[in-house]
């Protein structure tokens, strides 16, 4: 597996609670990318990153925040966590510009909102 | 926005027999279509991809097909194995490199 790893892998947390996930990468890729995983969805894209501090939003990006200071981090925000963004979260990497188009994929992180 | 729409959303078959899963997209601008497989629990991984100026290929057991004109890609798995249970993602991406996902397919292998 690329380096690329997320944290935390589990997390359980009350509605109305801000909440932050960290993609870390050793890889040095240029894009980084926030999914969600939910049944009968696939992935869909919350934020993408094309560079330190150039983010943009993705299909599902309402209630979510990003921020990219240095190249091998990448946090996720959920600024008041509500039950319908209880889900899998991943991220992902890639490098068009360089090794090519493939993106690899964190492990994961299963967030759960009561 | 790119489309990308994804069949079977299930699929069950017996070992030995051949597996099919087809895309269709809607962005003439893609250029780049790759497959994920997703274990159970796991993260998804790239097991192959084609470009456009490709039509065909092939990895051992595993192939995809593209017809640009008509904006549809398939998976094709012969000899299935057990191990070959999982979720398949197919996905679009052009100019931008952000790829659009389809809703994926769970192929299930009966030994």
């Known amino acids: 597996d690329a380096g690329i790893t997320q944290s935390p892998r589990h997390k359980v947390t009350e509605t109305g609670t801000p909440v932050t996930l960290r993609c870390h990468q050793t890889?040095?890729?240029?894009?980084m990318y926030w999914y969600r995983q939910d049944p009968g969805h696939g992935l869909r894209l919350i934020h993408y990153?094309?560079?330190?501090?150039?983010?943009d939003k993705g299909e599902v990006s309402d209630g979510y925040s990003v921020s990219r200071s240095k190249t091998e981090d990448f946090l996720l925000t959920l600024e008041s966590a509500t039950s319908s963004q209880t889900s899998v979260y991943f991220c992902?990497?890639?490098?068009?510009?360089?090794?090519?188009?493939?993106?690899?994929f964190g492990p994961g992180t299963r967030l759960t909102v009561t | 926005g790119e489309n990308v729409e994804q069949h079977p959303s299930t699929l069950s078959v017996q070992e030995g027999d051949s597996a099919v899963i087809k895309c269709t997209y809607s962005d003439s601008a893609s250029n780049y279509f790759p497959w994920y497989k997703q274990e159970l629990g796991k993260r998804p991984q790239l097991i192959i991809d084609?470009?456009?100026?490709?039509g065909e290929k092939k990895d051992q057991r595993i192939a995809v097909t593209l017809n640009k004109t008509a904006k549809h890609f398939s998976l094709h798995i012969t000899e299935t194995q057990p191990e070959d249970s999982a979720v398949y993602f197919c996905?679009?991406?052009?100019?931008?490199?952000?790829?659009?996902f389809g809703r994926g397919t769970s192929l299930i292998v009966h030994p």
């Open positions: 996905a679009a991406s052009g100019g931008s490199y952000i790829p659009t």
């Open positions: 992902a990497i890639s490098d068009p510009a360089g090794v090519g188009y493939e993106q690899y």
């Open positions: 890889e040095n890729h240029r894009y």
């Open positions: 084609i470009r456009s100026n490709v």
């Open positions: 990153s094309y560079g330190v501090k150039d983010t």
